[in-house]
């Protein structure tokens, strides 16, 4: 796993454009990567990016704002991957609790979160493209709680 910056943001914004409907631009992820307490980490196969996930800890809270894994590598654990190594940074930030919104009908993500110790704490109505309800999940960083 390695941490990205801005000089990463053209490879943060292809493998974004890769999986997901309303990507980010290369400008969208420097800003980012420039603003208060916000991380990527990423997982290289071969020189290239095969996944990322973007953060953001603040006092003891933390977000993942947004994880993607390009399609060729996926279902090999590199989510999986990302999502442990956000929760051990947030917790190395000082954050004791995650959370995430994550698209209801989105059900890869969803058993992945699921997977990972997340449980759904509240929904956000029509919060993507004015349709889709999001779901806002919950986890404790604290590895010796689960489920919060
Ligand atoms: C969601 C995403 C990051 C998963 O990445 P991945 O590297 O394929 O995930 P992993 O291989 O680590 O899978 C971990 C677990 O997630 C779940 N999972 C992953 N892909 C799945 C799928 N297609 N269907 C059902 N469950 C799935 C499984 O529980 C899996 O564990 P298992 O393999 O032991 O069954 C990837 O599909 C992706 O980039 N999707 C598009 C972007 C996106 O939706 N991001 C999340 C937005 S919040």
């Known amino acids: 796993m390695i941490i990205l910056n801005a000089a990463d943001a053209a490879a943060l914004a292809e493998v974004h454009a890769s999986s997901m409907q309303s990507p980010w631009s290369a400008e969208e992820f420097a800003?980012?990567?420039a603003s208060p307490g916000c991380v990527a980490l990423g997982k290289l196969v071969g020189?290239?990016?095969g996944g990322f996930v973007l953060l953001r800890a603040a006092a003891d809270e933390a977000e993942i704002l947004t994880l993607a894994v390009i399609p060729a590598c996926r279902s090999e654990g590199v989510g999986m991957?990302?999502?442990e190594a956000a929760i051990g940074e947030?917790?190395?930030r000082g954050a004791a609790t995650m959370f995430l919104e994550v698209a209801e009908n989105n059900a890869p993500a969803l058993a992945l979160y699921a997977r990972a110790g997340f449980a759904a704490v509240s929904r956000r109505a029509r919060y993507y493209g004015g349709k889709t309800d999001a779901m806002v999940l919950r986890r404790a960083v604290d590895g010796r709680c689960v489920a919060v």
């Open 47 to 49: 020189e290239a990016l």
């Open 31 to 33: 800003r980012l990567l």
């Open 90 to 92: 947030a917790g190395r």
């Open 81 to 83: 991957a990302l999502v």
